[in-house]
């Protein structure tokens, strides 16, 4: 079946570092959509990627969208403790209503 | 953010209960949606709601039965739960954009422990 995988599961960093995580998808996306889940919170969306190619930024947060349309990636420059949480990338489902969450990354940033 | 609300936000219960998680979406949105999220797990669909119809059953056991009296509301009944239910149950609505796309927005979830 259609799925998602995202790497790294976790990632620990100093505060300062950057970070990226890494979603690939088995199927061609028509677009990619990127959330948040802080601990203990919800699922809290972030951006949305339809272009092939496509690059879009939120401050430190750079998002992209690969040619093919079935990778992305998320980079954080220059992490801070507020970034710490699980960030999941998703697509939709082929012929379905439903929409497929990748396997997340956990962040934790050192102070 | 309250543009989805679920209650009640904590449940403990014994294998030989029933009782029913509740979801409330005050967006106007067209499709709700009942996710199981365990610790080890990603997200799992577990049901789509469309207009009120269900167009999605993720092989859900019959122990979960979900209903969806309108297009803002939707319950998920519990009964006959085992330990290995035990998980965060996220609810979300969501509504097609203008690039076709299906942006989730989830609410608070209830943290389910079946004892």
């Known amino acids: 079946g259609q799925q998602v995988m995202q790497i790294p599961q976790y990632q620990h960093v100093q505060e300062g570092e950057d970070f990226t995580t890494y979603c690939n998808s088995s199927?061609?996306?028509?677009?990619i959509q990127w959330y948040k889940q802080r601990p203990g919170g919800h699922p809290v969306f972030l951006i949305q990627l339809v272009k092939s190619g496509e690059v879009k930024k939120q401050k430190r947060l750079t998002f992209q969208f690969g040619e093919a349309k079935k990778n992305s990636s998320l980079h954080i420059t220059a992490t801070q403790t507020t970034d710490v949480g699980t960030y999941f990338c998703?697509?939709?489902?082929?012929?379905?209503?439903?929409?497929?969450f990748g396997t997340g990354t956990r962040l934790q940033v050192f102070p | 953010e309250t543009g989805v609300t679920q209650t009640p936000r904590h449940l403990v219960m014994g294998m030989t209960n029933k009782k029913s998680l509740k979801c409330e979406q005050h967006?106007?949105?067209?499709?709700m949606y009942w996710y199981k999220q365990s610790a080890k797990k990603p997200l799992e669909l577990m049901f789509v709601y469309n207009f009120k119809e269900q167009t999605e059953n993720n092989s859900v056991p019959s122990r979960f039965s979900p209903e969806c009296p309108n297009s803002s509301h939707l319950f998920l009944h519990l009964h006959t739960l085992q330990p290995e239910d035990s998980a965060l149950y996220l609810c979300a609505s969501s509504q097609e954009n203008l690039a076709g796309a299906l942006v989730q927005f989830f609410g608070p979830g209830t943290r389910l422990t079946v004892l």
């Open positions: 967006l106007g949105h067209n499709a």
């Open positions: 199927t061609t996306l028509s677009n």
């Open positions: 998703a697509g939709p489902g082929v012929n379905t209503d439903k929409l497929i």
